[in-house]
């Protein structure tokens, strides 16, 4: 039987990249359920974390906001989000108001493994899409009010520990993906499939900026370790990453600025030179467009 239904999460431990580290899933069935009362994290919020699963929340008490790559949406009582894989995100109270909400965690390959006709053609084309990073659920919306349905019949599953609880929640999951992919606006012909030649440029690209983000680097830099042209670097990076390299660039400088900010003592202007900004400025409005907050309100929560 399904082990750890609905506990609180208290923290979220993460690593330099904030992957979340806590593994909520087990390997034979890649699904979780768990509550979360935003106040009662360490933090007083769920800060900024990604993870390999793609989740679905649905808020049971309150209002919360929930920031996905800089975009927000306010989730009311009984609405819900769905979350990409990947994509960094966080959570907040409103006006000081608790909040609770019921988190469904689970990897694609729950629906189907990766080399079948259905991954291939109803699985891949939603997850490997990084414009899409997060569906709002309201119940006035009638497909969006199934997926909210289903969610309530998962926690009731795991609540009630059916002893057929993984097929029935399965089968939710089914429905649930029935729902998206048949609403969700997204290009379905687009071609998923890189060469290999491709995903290692790509990486090397990525290698090349975890190493020298505190340093200038131009766009004929990292075509000349991809050995590309400007614009085919740009081309290759943004068809695979879903950003351009300049935009991961500055991503990456802004996660490493907040470990800085949450361990260190050293001024905002010290952290923005130290991960590469030229422009305090540029930094704190960078910084606010990702995380809805200064640095400085950063360090004090």
């Not at 399965?170 to 969700?184: P, R």
């Not at 300049?246 to 400088?253: D, G, S």
């Not at 010290?270 to 409005?285: H, K, L, W």
């Amino acid at each position: 039987m399904i082990e750890g239904v609905t506990m609180q999460v208290f923290d979220i431990p993460l690593t330099n990249e904030l992957q979340e580290i806590t593994r909520h899933i087990s390997d034979d069935f890649p699904v979780s359920i768990y509550k979360t009362c935003i106040n009662k994290n360490v933090y007083g919020y769920v800060p900024l974390h990604w993870h390999e699963e793609l989740q679905l929340i649905l808020v049971v008490k309150g209002r919360a906001k929930f920031t996905v790559d800089g975009d927000v949406h306010i989730i009311e009582k009984g609405d819900g989000l769905f979350i990409n894989a990947r994509f960094l995100h966080s959570s907040r109270l409103i006006n000081n108001e608790s909040c609770t909400y019921i988190c469904i965690d689970f990897l694609s390959e729950v629906i189907d493994y990766e080399q079948s006709l259905i991954f291939s053609k109803y699985i891949k084309p939603i997850v490997n899409d990084r414009r899409l990073k997060a569906v709002k659920l309201e119940r006035t919306n009638k497909w969006q009010s199934n997926v909210l349905t289903e969610m309530l019949k998962i926690e009731h599953v795991f609540s009630t520990e059916d002893l057929i609880a993984e097929l029935l929640i399965k089968k939710s999951l089914l429905d649930i993906w029935v729902n998206l992919f048949s609403n969700l606006d997204f290009n379905n012909e687009f071609d998923f499939e890189f060469n290999n030649s491709i995903d290692m440029q790509a990486e090397a690209i990525i290698n090349y900026i975890h190493a020298n983000y505190v340093e200038n680097m131009s766009l004929n830099d990292l075509a000349s370790i991809s050995n590309l042209s400007r614009s085919e670097c740009s081309r290759v990076f943004k068809r695979n990453i879903g950003v351009t390299p300049f935009e991961y660039l500055n991503r990456y400088r802004l996660t490493q600025s907040m470990h800085l900010i949450r361990k260190s003592k050293k001024t905002i202007t010290e952290v923005a030179y130290e991960v590469g900004f030229n422009s305090t400025s540029y930094f704190i409005s960078s910084f606010k467009r990702l995380t809805g907050l200064t640095p400085l309100q950063f360090r004090k929560s």
